[in-house]
């Protein structure tokens, strides 16, 4: 089977690596490169030239920018190639659009690595799904914003400074807006309710970051033993749901408390199976290499494990759902998620949400 | 798709309800049950029956005996029939024998209910074992004595008290040997180890329980900020491995020290995912029922992801490679974990291994 990588940063470097020095019979036909970069015989700077070569079976998304990989992807679908993407904001940005022409064009659509790095999530509530009805999904999805918490816990330093170390490590990017906003747990959220679900949520529910985040407010809840992660989190009831990005309050005997460093931890709640947790490297080029070569095998073994797995249901976001709360600028409120994050949005203030789901 | 459905306890019961109720196209044709019990018209007492209904396609074990259930095992992948069991006693006994008979007939051999209950830790293995290669898999694997050792931690009370609660509330069995022996981690660790380093391992390995840890071993690791878990560990280089079952000191800020109740952990160590970890609920009959759904699921779509997937190599124990450091009775030893374990049992004493692999 011959595949074409999309982009040849760490990601898809460590694809084209990993498939040359691998004896399956998998070869990398192409690799798209900007222009003036190809500069290797198998590197093209024409899409087209991946499109009309019928040989190549699967399209790998290895880029970073939304509107280019969803371009790119659903070109891909409707010329009958399977597409295996990292891409979340061009996934969650056009989620029901790429799933649609890839169930009429009976391709595949693998995005194991969109979401929670190396962590097999996608697989797994997909292969939950067979035999569970999930009522929740949530987690630290952001490996940016947890190590910045986890550095501002441990170190008690404040979070400017912490900051700059994590762009100095390379944790953190030079914008970093879309970590530490919640922006990229957004689309990561979405993903994975979409997935877990079985339809596709909409984008209009509320974000809040961890950027008015102070030590000082982090050494009151260490106080009283708990602490603070930023979370995505998601609840259904048959076709009804509520998601929201938000700061958490998390007690120390929770597991969640744990996570160091730029670590994520999903957890999925099944009526059979009970709350199943994952845990692993949320971002990174071998993680995320490591999902998108998962993605490849399992088409290349014929391994359709989403094969009875449909986006069928038509869900319905009732916002009511998310109820818990919160302490803003020192006062606690009650309400749903929507209306605390308003309140911190007009205040200009950081919002600590205890959501009943979830902080236990 | 028929299946028949060995045992009739709570699980057989589970299994026989969800798949009543279920759309899809599979049948409950036999339920196989000890003499006298065999009480509906789907009731068998005759093994045989079902051996020679040509329309039964996966036979579901769900028996708690190891001679009995091997028997079976080995007999239906000989007539061959799929099999999916829970079955970890059998498995580890006969894992060998078994999985070479299924591949000769080339039926399935499936058992994701035999280790960790509802995580689905086989199939992530398999499935992480198509792109890395695994250097260690380790964890919390039995329930009984996690919920003891929370107790003890928690509830500062001593081990013959925190036993008979877990009897009473039904969280250990009337003969606990198997479980606070460590002999259960044993069979799950050996069934792990081998799937993940694609060979079969030996039993001649060093297994130490919990039975006789005390309140005050907890109070003084609890004052260094460390507890003290019932791990299964495994380590691999190549084919040479060690495996141990053994109470491990673990810091409090490692995710291990916060897995409450009777819930287990588990980690793989793979080269392109790094570490990653999966929780949940490690015994009980909807979690073990829906690992076996899991499996009949799969088989029924015709999932064979371990299409690829062999025993192919011939492993070697190297006791050497688990090393560490253990306090037995007040006193500190260095050695490999099969010469502390024998120490401690000369001594009659509980052992608390430090093993740089998991004690970080």
Do not use: W
Request: glycine share 8%; aromatic share 8%; proline share 3%.
């Amino acid at each position: 089977m011959k595949i074409a990588v999309l982009g040849y940063g760490t990601v898809g470097r460590s694809i084209c690596k990993y498939i040359e020095g691998d004896s399956r019979d998998i070869q990398i036909a192409y690799v798209l490169r900007r222009p003036g970069k190809a500069t290797e015989p198998f590197m093209t700077e024409d899409f087209d030239e991946i499109l009309n070569d019928p040989s190549v079976g699967i399209v790998v998304d290895a880029l970073s920018g939304k509107i280019d990989s969803y371009d790119y992807m659903k070109r891909a679908l409707l010329a009958g190639k399977h597409v295996v993407t990292a891409n979340k904001a061009a996934l969650a940005y056009a989620m029901e659009e790429l799933c649609t022409i890839a169930a009429k064009k009976e391709v595949q659509l693998k995005y194991e690595a969109s979401s929670g790095g190396t962590i097999p999530i996608v697989s797994e509530i997909i292969s939950t799904t067979h035999t569970n009805y999930l009522s929740s999904v949530y987690g630290i999805l952001n490996g940016t914003s947890n190590f910045i918490l986890d550095k501002m816990i441990n170190e008690g330093s404040d979070f400017a400074a912490t900051l700059k170390e994590a762009q100095e490590l390379g944790y953190a990017e030079a914008d970093p807006t879309a970590d530490i906003g919640g922006f990229d747990v957004k689309n990561k959220i979405m993903i994975l309710a979409s997935t877990a679900y079985h339809g596709f949520v909409t984008s209009d529910f509320p974000v809040s970051g961890i950027e008015k985040l102070t030590k000082e407010i982090l050494d009151e809840y260490a106080a009283e033993g708990k602490t603070i992660k930023l979370m995505g989190i998601s609840v259904r009831n048959d076709n009804d749901y509520a998601l929201g990005v938000v700061p958490c309050v998390i007690g120390k005997d929770q597991l969640e408390a744990h996570v160091p460093l730029n670590n994520n931890m999903i957890t999925l709640v099944g009526d059979m199976c009970g709350e199943i947790k994952l845990y692993g490297q949320g971002a990174g080029g071998s993680p995320t290499a490591d999902a998108l070569l998962r993605d490849i095998y399992s088409i290349f073994n014929s391994v359709n494990v989403d094969v009875e797995f449909q986006f069928f249901r038509k869900l319905r976001y009732v916002p009511e759902m998310l109820k818990g709360s919160a302490y803003i600028g020192g006062t606690k409120y009650e309400g749903t998620l929507e209306e605390l994050v308003k309140i911190a949005e007009e205040k200009n203030q950081f919002i600590a949400f205890e959501c009943p789901e979830i902080c236990k």
